[in-house]
Protein backbone atom coordinates (compact mmCIF):
# COMPACT_ATOMS: atom_id res chain seq x y z
CA UNK A 1 0.00 0.00 0.00
CA UNK A 2 1.07 3.21 -0.53
CA UNK A 3 2.52 5.38 2.08
CA UNK A 4 -0.42 7.84 3.64
CA UNK A 5 0.79 8.81 6.66
CA UNK A 6 0.75 13.09 6.20
CA UNK A 7 3.35 13.60 8.72
CA UNK A 8 5.86 11.06 6.92
CA UNK A 9 4.80 12.64 3.48
CA UNK A 10 5.89 16.13 5.07
CA UNK A 11 9.13 14.95 6.15
CA UNK A 12 9.96 12.88 3.05
CA UNK A 13 7.71 14.76 0.66
CA UNK A 14 7.53 12.95 -2.72
CA UNK A 15 3.65 12.97 -3.30
CA UNK A 16 3.04 16.12 -2.82
CA UNK A 17 5.55 16.81 -6.15
CA UNK A 18 2.59 14.95 -8.18
CA UNK A 19 1.67 18.18 -9.85
CA UNK A 20 4.53 20.27 -11.94
CA UNK A 21 3.04 23.77 -11.44
CA UNK A 22 3.57 23.32 -7.51
CA UNK A 23 6.99 21.90 -7.25
CA UNK A 24 9.24 24.34 -5.53
CA UNK A 25 12.49 24.33 -3.76
CA UNK A 26 11.61 24.19 0.19
CA UNK A 27 14.14 26.96 1.45
CA UNK A 28 15.07 27.01 5.17
CA UNK A 29 11.74 29.75 6.51
CA UNK A 30 9.38 27.21 4.36
CA UNK A 31 11.21 24.31 6.28
CA UNK A 32 11.08 25.52 9.52
CA UNK A 33 7.74 27.15 9.74
CA UNK A 34 6.37 22.65 8.63
CA UNK A 35 8.56 22.05 11.84
CA UNK A 36 12.08 21.53 10.20
CA UNK A 37 15.08 21.34 12.53
CA UNK A 38 12.79 20.49 15.03
CA UNK A 39 14.21 16.74 15.24
CA UNK A 40 17.82 18.40 15.28
CA UNK A 41 17.40 20.29 18.67
CA UNK A 42 15.26 17.04 19.35
CA UNK A 43 18.33 14.83 18.89
CA UNK A 44 20.79 17.39 20.49
CA UNK A 45 18.79 16.93 23.51
CA UNK A 46 19.50 12.61 23.50
CA UNK A 47 23.30 11.61 23.90
CA UNK A 48 25.13 10.55 20.97
CA UNK A 49 24.60 6.89 21.61
CA UNK A 50 20.59 7.30 22.40
CA UNK A 51 20.40 7.99 18.71
CA UNK A 52 22.44 5.66 17.26
CA UNK A 53 20.37 2.49 18.82
CA UNK A 54 17.22 4.30 17.89
CA UNK A 55 18.25 4.06 13.91
CA UNK A 56 20.00 0.41 14.59
CA UNK A 57 16.55 -0.16 15.99
CA UNK A 58 14.62 1.04 13.46
CA UNK A 59 16.89 -1.70 11.25
CA UNK A 60 16.79 1.73 8.78
CA UNK A 61 18.69 -0.54 5.77
CA UNK A 62 20.65 1.76 3.26
CA UNK A 63 18.59 3.35 0.38
CA UNK A 64 21.72 3.90 -1.98
CA UNK A 65 21.53 0.16 -3.22
CA UNK A 66 23.83 -2.24 -0.99
CA UNK A 67 20.77 -2.35 1.87
CA UNK A 68 23.48 -2.81 4.42
CA UNK A 69 21.92 -1.78 8.52
CA UNK A 70 22.69 2.31 8.77
CA UNK A 71 22.63 2.12 12.52
CA UNK A 72 24.96 -0.84 12.53
CA UNK A 73 27.31 1.15 10.09
CA UNK A 74 27.43 4.01 12.54
CA UNK A 75 28.47 1.27 15.08
CA UNK A 76 31.72 0.28 12.94
CA UNK A 77 33.68 3.65 14.23
CA UNK A 78 36.18 3.89 16.46
CA UNK A 79 36.17 5.80 19.50
CA UNK A 80 36.84 9.90 18.97
CA UNK A 81 40.30 10.52 19.60
CA UNK A 82 40.57 14.62 19.08
CA UNK A 83 41.21 14.30 14.85
CA UNK A 84 38.99 14.81 12.11
CA UNK A 85 36.21 12.33 11.73
CA UNK A 86 33.70 12.42 8.14
CA UNK A 87 30.89 11.96 6.84
CA UNK A 88 30.34 12.06 2.77
CA UNK A 89 27.23 12.24 1.74
CA UNK A 90 26.74 9.60 -1.52
CA UNK A 91 24.88 12.13 -3.95
CA UNK A 92 26.50 10.51 -6.79
CA UNK A 93 23.51 8.26 -8.21
CA UNK A 94 25.04 7.32 -11.22
CA UNK A 95 23.29 3.79 -11.37
CA UNK A 96 21.47 4.28 -14.85
CA UNK A 97 17.33 4.48 -14.01
CA UNK A 98 17.74 6.11 -10.76
CA UNK A 99 16.62 9.40 -10.09
CA UNK A 100 14.97 9.33 -6.61
CA UNK A 101 17.73 11.30 -4.49
CA UNK A 102 17.66 14.09 -7.36
CA UNK A 103 13.85 14.99 -6.06
CA UNK A 104 15.42 15.42 -2.26
CA UNK A 105 17.97 17.63 -3.30
CA UNK A 106 15.50 19.48 -5.75
CA UNK A 107 12.66 19.87 -3.79
CA UNK A 108 13.81 19.48 0.17
CA UNK A 109 17.78 20.15 0.48
CA UNK A 110 16.89 21.23 4.82
CA UNK A 111 15.84 17.71 4.76
CA UNK A 112 18.84 16.00 3.99
CA UNK A 113 21.03 18.69 5.86
CA UNK A 114 19.04 18.08 9.04
CA UNK A 115 19.77 14.29 8.40
CA UNK A 116 23.68 15.36 7.80
CA UNK A 117 23.81 17.47 11.12
CA UNK A 118 21.88 14.57 12.84
CA UNK A 119 24.27 12.55 11.98
CA UNK A 120 27.33 14.01 12.41
CA UNK A 121 26.33 14.34 15.97
CA UNK A 122 25.19 10.82 16.70
CA UNK A 123 28.67 9.50 15.56
CA UNK A 124 30.55 12.79 16.28
CA UNK A 125 31.61 13.56 13.33
CA UNK A 126 33.04 17.15 12.52
CA UNK A 127 32.89 17.56 8.94
CA UNK A 128 30.81 16.57 6.21
CA UNK A 129 31.38 16.57 2.68
CA UNK A 130 28.20 16.35 -0.03
CA UNK A 131 29.45 14.52 -3.07
CA UNK A 132 26.84 15.41 -6.00
CA UNK A 133 27.56 13.62 -9.25
CA UNK A 134 29.33 16.04 -12.01
CA UNK A 135 25.82 16.08 -13.59
CA UNK A 136 24.00 17.57 -11.44
CA UNK A 137 24.68 21.23 -11.99
CA UNK A 138 21.28 22.28 -11.02
CA UNK A 139 21.04 20.23 -8.24
CA UNK A 140 24.56 21.30 -6.65
CA UNK A 141 23.39 25.07 -7.29
CA UNK A 142 20.32 24.10 -4.47
CA UNK A 143 22.00 22.21 -2.12
CA UNK A 144 24.97 25.09 -1.93
CA UNK A 145 21.95 27.87 -1.53
CA UNK A 146 20.45 25.43 1.24
CA UNK A 147 24.01 25.03 2.49
CA UNK A 148 24.35 28.99 2.81
CA UNK A 149 21.04 29.40 4.29
CA UNK A 150 21.89 26.40 7.16
CA UNK A 151 25.57 28.15 7.69
CA UNK A 152 23.66 31.91 7.86
CA UNK A 153 21.16 30.59 10.65
CA UNK A 154 23.99 28.97 12.19
CA UNK A 155 23.12 25.43 11.43
CA UNK A 156 26.79 24.66 10.66
CA UNK A 157 29.63 26.14 11.65
CA UNK A 158 32.72 26.86 14.42
CA UNK A 159 29.29 28.57 16.73
CA UNK A 160 28.21 24.30 17.25
CA UNK A 161 25.07 22.81 15.61
CA UNK A 162 21.73 25.09 15.56
CA UNK A 163 23.07 28.08 16.69
CA UNK A 164 24.84 26.78 19.70
CA UNK A 165 22.45 24.60 21.45
CA UNK A 166 25.47 22.47 21.08
CA UNK A 167 29.42 22.97 21.11
CA UNK A 168 29.97 20.26 19.03
CA UNK A 169 30.42 22.18 15.57
CA UNK A 170 29.74 20.45 12.23
CA UNK A 171 31.32 21.97 8.73
CA UNK A 172 29.17 21.19 5.78
CA UNK A 173 30.61 21.36 2.12
CA UNK A 174 29.49 20.32 -1.20
CA UNK A 175 31.90 18.05 -3.50
CA UNK A 176 30.75 18.17 -6.99
CA UNK A 177 32.56 15.41 -9.06
CA UNK A 178 33.88 14.86 -12.40
CA UNK A 179 31.16 12.51 -13.68
CA UNK A 180 32.46 8.75 -13.43
CA UNK A 181 30.12 6.02 -12.37
CA UNK A 182 32.62 4.14 -10.41
CA UNK A 183 32.62 7.04 -7.80
CA UNK A 184 28.98 5.80 -7.01
CA UNK A 185 31.65 2.95 -4.89
CA UNK A 186 32.07 4.50 -1.93
CA UNK A 187 35.85 4.21 -1.47
CA UNK A 188 35.80 5.82 -5.02
CA UNK A 189 33.77 8.22 -3.76
CA UNK A 190 36.50 8.82 -1.06
CA UNK A 191 39.09 9.54 -3.46
CA UNK A 192 37.88 11.97 -5.34
CA UNK A 193 36.55 13.75 -2.74
CA UNK A 194 40.21 13.70 -1.88
CA UNK A 195 41.48 14.83 -5.64
CA UNK A 196 42.20 11.40 -6.83
CA UNK A 197 41.08 9.77 -10.00
CA UNK A 198 37.81 7.72 -9.00
CA UNK A 199 39.95 4.58 -8.10
CA UNK A 200 37.94 1.96 -5.77
CA UNK A 201 40.11 0.88 -2.96
CA UNK A 202 40.85 -2.72 -1.21
CA UNK A 203 39.22 -3.13 1.79
CA UNK A 204 39.83 -3.87 4.60
CA UNK A 205 40.53 -1.68 5.95
CA UNK A 206 36.94 -0.49 5.56
CA UNK A 207 36.46 3.59 5.85
CA UNK A 208 34.62 3.62 9.02
CA UNK A 209 38.05 2.90 10.51
CA UNK A 210 40.56 4.33 7.69
CA UNK A 211 38.21 6.63 5.41
CA UNK A 212 38.56 10.04 3.84
CA UNK A 213 42.31 11.41 4.46
CA UNK A 214 42.75 8.38 6.26
CA UNK A 215 40.54 9.00 8.85
CA UNK A 216 37.14 6.97 10.31
CA UNK A 217 34.52 8.13 7.93
CA UNK A 218 30.82 7.35 7.53
CA UNK A 219 29.62 6.98 4.02
CA UNK A 220 25.50 7.62 3.56
CA UNK A 221 22.77 7.75 0.98
CA UNK A 222 20.85 11.13 0.77
CA UNK A 223 17.68 9.09 1.21
CA UNK A 224 19.10 6.86 3.98
CA UNK A 225 19.93 10.37 6.10
CA UNK A 226 16.35 12.30 4.71
CA UNK A 227 15.23 8.91 7.06
CA UNK A 228 16.62 9.63 10.21
CA UNK A 229 14.80 12.90 10.13
CA UNK A 230 11.31 11.03 10.72
CA UNK A 231 12.68 8.12 12.62
CA UNK A 232 13.95 10.84 15.54
CA UNK A 233 10.68 12.50 15.55
CA UNK A 234 8.48 9.07 15.81
CA UNK A 235 10.69 6.41 16.81
CA UNK A 236 11.78 3.07 15.85
CA UNK A 237 8.43 1.49 16.30
CA UNK A 238 6.71 3.46 14.33
CA UNK A 239 9.13 3.14 11.10
CA UNK A 240 8.95 -0.53 11.47
CA UNK A 241 5.13 -0.46 11.47
CA UNK A 242 5.84 0.43 7.66
CA UNK A 243 7.26 -2.17 5.05
CA UNK A 244 7.63 -5.68 5.61
CA UNK A 245 9.42 -8.54 7.18
CA UNK A 246 11.29 -11.26 5.31
CA UNK A 247 9.40 -13.84 3.81
CA UNK A 248 12.65 -16.30 3.42
CA UNK A 249 13.82 -15.43 7.81
CA UNK A 250 16.15 -12.54 6.19
CA UNK A 251 16.64 -9.31 7.77
CA UNK A 252 13.10 -7.07 7.76
CA UNK A 253 12.48 -4.78 5.03
CA UNK A 254 10.81 -1.77 7.19
CA UNK A 255 10.49 1.70 6.01
CA UNK A 256 9.05 3.95 3.23
CA UNK A 257 10.63 3.79 0.23
CA UNK A 258 11.70 6.03 -2.92
CA UNK A 259 10.72 3.91 -5.93
CA UNK A 260 11.49 5.92 -9.36
CA UNK A 261 10.02 4.32 -12.62
CA UNK A 262 10.65 4.85 -15.63
CA UNK A 263 10.54 2.61 -19.17
CA UNK A 264 7.41 1.66 -20.90
CA UNK A 265 4.88 3.14 -18.32
CA UNK A 266 2.16 5.47 -18.98
CA UNK A 267 2.70 7.77 -15.89
CA UNK A 268 6.86 7.54 -14.52
CA UNK A 269 8.23 9.32 -11.39
CA UNK A 270 9.36 8.74 -7.99
CA UNK A 271 6.71 7.57 -5.45
CA UNK A 272 6.93 6.85 -2.35
CA UNK A 273 5.34 3.76 -1.27
CA UNK A 274 5.88 0.74 1.28
CA UNK A 275 8.87 -2.01 1.02
CA UNK A 276 7.23 -5.04 -0.02
CA UNK A 277 4.82 -3.66 -2.49
CA UNK A 278 4.34 -5.86 -5.49
CA UNK A 279 6.25 -4.42 -9.05
CA UNK A 280 2.40 -5.26 -10.51
CA UNK A 281 0.91 -2.73 -8.12
CA UNK A 282 3.96 -0.06 -7.99
CA UNK A 283 2.92 -0.21 -12.40
CA UNK A 284 -0.60 -0.67 -12.27
CA UNK A 285 -1.38 1.41 -9.37
CA UNK A 286 0.66 3.97 -9.05
CA UNK A 287 2.07 4.48 -12.75
CA UNK A 288 -1.31 3.83 -14.79
CA UNK A 289 -0.05 0.36 -16.31
CA UNK A 290 2.00 -0.38 -18.95
CA UNK A 291 2.49 1.75 -21.96
CA UNK A 292 0.00 1.33 -24.76
CA UNK A 293 -2.01 -1.25 -23.26
CA UNK A 294 1.10 -3.67 -24.11
CA UNK A 295 1.83 -6.82 -22.12
CA UNK A 296 4.76 -6.56 -19.50
CA UNK A 297 7.88 -8.26 -20.46
CA UNK A 298 10.71 -7.82 -17.81
CA UNK A 299 12.13 -4.90 -15.69
CA UNK A 300 15.12 -4.30 -13.78
CA UNK A 301 14.58 -4.08 -10.41
CA UNK A 302 16.93 -1.42 -8.74
CA UNK A 303 19.18 -0.14 -11.49
CA UNK A 304 21.54 -1.65 -13.97
CA UNK A 305 23.56 -3.47 -12.04
CA UNK A 306 21.20 -5.73 -10.79
CA UNK A 307 19.56 -7.89 -12.97
CA UNK A 308 16.18 -8.44 -14.50
CA UNK A 309 13.24 -9.51 -13.39
CA UNK A 310 11.93 -11.96 -16.26
CA UNK A 311 8.14 -12.26 -17.95
CA UNK A 312 6.84 -14.65 -15.29
CA UNK A 313 8.48 -12.43 -12.31
CA UNK A 314 5.58 -8.84 -12.35
CA UNK A 315 4.48 -10.38 -9.15
CA UNK A 316 7.95 -9.97 -7.51
CA UNK A 317 7.96 -8.29 -4.07
CA UNK A 318 10.63 -4.83 -4.13
CA UNK A 319 12.29 -5.46 -0.63
CA UNK A 320 15.56 -6.83 -0.17
CA UNK A 321 14.84 -10.79 -0.02
CA UNK A 322 14.34 -9.97 -4.06
CA UNK A 323 18.17 -11.05 -4.69
CA UNK A 324 17.83 -14.02 -3.21
CA UNK A 325 13.88 -15.14 -4.47
CA UNK A 326 13.96 -14.39 -7.90
CA UNK A 327 17.90 -14.21 -9.24
CA UNK A 328 18.89 -10.95 -8.93
CA UNK A 329 21.86 -9.41 -7.47
CA UNK A 330 19.25 -7.35 -4.65
CA UNK A 331 17.04 -4.76 -4.66
CA UNK A 332 19.42 -1.84 -5.50
CA UNK A 333 18.05 1.96 -5.50
CA UNK A 334 14.41 0.32 -6.22
CA UNK A 335 14.17 2.26 -9.16
CA UNK A 336 12.77 -0.31 -12.01
CA UNK A 337 12.82 0.19 -15.49
CA UNK A 338 10.04 -1.74 -17.46
CA UNK A 339 10.65 -2.72 -20.91
CA UNK A 340 6.94 -3.99 -22.80
CA UNK A 341 6.38 -7.03 -25.55
CA UNK A 342 8.26 -5.30 -28.06
CA UNK A 343 11.46 -4.82 -26.24
CA UNK A 344 14.58 -6.45 -28.34
CA UNK A 345 16.50 -7.68 -24.85
CA UNK A 346 19.42 -8.09 -26.96
CA UNK A 347 19.33 -4.80 -27.71
CA UNK A 348 19.02 -4.42 -24.16
CA UNK A 349 21.92 -6.68 -23.04
CA UNK A 350 24.19 -4.28 -25.79
CA UNK A 351 23.19 -1.26 -24.46
CA UNK A 352 23.81 -2.38 -20.73
CA UNK A 353 27.30 -3.59 -21.72
CA UNK A 354 28.41 -0.89 -23.55
CA UNK A 355 27.79 1.26 -20.58
CA UNK A 356 29.73 -0.69 -18.07
CA UNK A 357 32.49 -1.41 -20.43
CA UNK A 358 32.52 2.64 -20.89
CA UNK A 359 32.40 3.07 -16.88
CA UNK A 360 35.02 0.14 -15.92
CA UNK A 361 37.82 2.61 -14.13
CA UNK A 362 40.75 0.02 -15.74
CA UNK A 363 41.85 -0.51 -12.91
CA UNK A 364 41.52 -4.65 -12.25
CA UNK A 365 42.32 -6.03 -15.69
CA UNK A 366 39.73 -8.92 -15.53
CA UNK A 367 37.02 -5.81 -15.26
CA UNK A 368 38.65 -3.50 -17.76
CA UNK A 369 39.60 -6.63 -20.34
CA UNK A 370 36.43 -8.73 -19.68
CA UNK A 371 34.48 -5.52 -20.27
CA UNK A 372 35.36 -5.11 -23.42
CA UNK A 373 35.12 -8.09 -24.63
CA UNK A 374 31.42 -8.64 -23.12
CA UNK A 375 30.13 -5.64 -25.56
CA UNK A 376 31.97 -7.36 -28.97
CA UNK A 377 30.14 -10.32 -27.91
CA UNK A 378 26.83 -8.82 -27.47
CA UNK A 379 27.14 -6.79 -30.53
CA UNK A 380 28.58 -10.15 -32.64
CA UNK A 381 25.18 -11.44 -31.64
CA UNK A 382 22.83 -8.08 -32.19
CA UNK A 383 24.13 -8.22 -35.76
CA UNK A 384 23.99 -11.80 -36.48
CA UNK A 385 27.29 -12.22 -37.05
CA UNK A 386 28.29 -14.82 -33.79
CA UNK A 387 27.60 -18.47 -33.45
CA UNK A 388 26.21 -20.73 -30.24
CA UNK A 389 30.27 -20.41 -29.66
CA UNK A 390 30.41 -16.71 -28.87
CA UNK A 391 27.32 -17.37 -26.72
CA UNK A 392 29.16 -19.54 -24.52
CA UNK A 393 31.82 -17.95 -23.85
CA UNK A 394 29.82 -14.44 -23.13
CA UNK A 395 27.95 -16.48 -20.43
CA UNK A 396 31.69 -18.19 -19.23
CA UNK A 397 32.86 -14.40 -19.18
CA UNK A 398 29.71 -13.27 -17.32
CA UNK A 399 30.27 -15.77 -14.64
CA UNK A 400 33.95 -15.37 -13.86
CA UNK A 401 35.02 -11.80 -13.38
CA UNK A 402 33.85 -9.55 -10.34
CA UNK A 403 33.91 -9.58 -5.94
CA UNK A 404 31.93 -12.59 -5.97
CA UNK A 405 34.46 -14.61 -8.25
CA UNK A 406 37.34 -12.99 -6.20
CA UNK A 407 38.87 -11.27 -9.08
CA UNK A 408 37.88 -7.92 -8.97
CA UNK A 409 38.65 -4.96 -5.80
CA UNK A 410 34.81 -3.44 -6.35
CA UNK A 411 31.76 -4.58 -7.46
CA UNK A 412 31.20 -3.06 -10.79
CA UNK A 413 32.09 -6.01 -12.67
CA UNK A 414 29.33 -7.79 -10.50
CA UNK A 415 27.02 -5.60 -11.30
CA UNK A 416 27.66 -5.81 -15.61
CA UNK A 417 27.75 -9.53 -14.90
CA UNK A 418 24.52 -9.87 -13.03
CA UNK A 419 22.93 -7.69 -15.94
CA UNK A 420 24.20 -9.58 -18.79
CA UNK A 421 23.79 -12.98 -17.45
CA UNK A 422 20.33 -12.52 -15.91
CA UNK A 423 18.86 -11.11 -19.64
CA UNK A 424 20.74 -13.97 -21.38
CA UNK A 425 19.32 -16.87 -18.89
CA UNK A 426 16.03 -15.44 -19.01
CA UNK A 427 15.59 -14.27 -22.39
CA UNK A 428 17.53 -17.15 -23.54
CA UNK A 429 15.27 -17.93 -26.98
CA UNK A 430 16.05 -14.45 -28.22
CA UNK A 431 19.66 -15.47 -27.89
CA UNK A 432 19.70 -18.47 -29.56
CA UNK A 433 17.64 -16.80 -32.63
CA UNK A 434 20.35 -14.93 -33.46
CA UNK A 435 23.22 -17.29 -33.03
CA UNK A 436 24.48 -19.13 -35.82
CA UNK A 437 25.47 -23.18 -35.20
CA UNK A 438 28.98 -23.73 -34.66
CA UNK A 439 31.08 -26.13 -36.52
CA UNK A 440 34.12 -27.58 -35.93
CA UNK A 441 36.45 -26.70 -38.75
CA UNK A 442 37.84 -29.77 -40.42
CA UNK A 443 41.66 -30.05 -39.80
CA UNK A 444 43.38 -30.49 -43.57
CA UNK A 445 46.75 -32.14 -43.33
CA UNK A 446 48.76 -30.68 -46.02
CA UNK A 447 50.65 -33.15 -48.13
CA UNK A 448 48.69 -36.01 -47.32
CA UNK A 449 48.28 -38.72 -50.15
Known sequence: MPVTDPVLLKRIPTAPWGDPKKRTIVGYDEYVRSGGYTMLEKALGMTPEAIVTEVKDSVLRGRGGAGFPCGVKWTFLPPPDGGRRYLAVNCDEAEP??????LLVDFDPHLVLEGIAIACYACRLDTAYFFIRGEYRHQAKVMENALREAYDKGIFGTGGLLGGTSDFAVECYVHRGAGAYICGEETGLLEAIEGKRGWPRIKPPFPAVKGLFGRPTIVNNV???????????HGADWWKGMGCESSIGGPPSFGPKLMGVSGHVNTPGVFEVDLGIPLRTLVETHCGGMRGGKKFKGAIAGGVS???LGPDQYDAEMDFDIGRKYEVMGLGTACPTVFDEDTDMVAVARNISRFFKNESC??????????????????RIERGDATTKDLDLLLELAGSMGIMPGTTICGLADGHNWA??????????????RVKPYHVPVSVTVGAS
Open 420 to 433: VRTIVNKYLPEFEA
Open 223 to 233: ETLAAVVPIIE
Open 362 to 379: GQCTPCREGAQWMFKLLS
Open 306 to 308: MGI
Open 97 to 102: GTFKDR
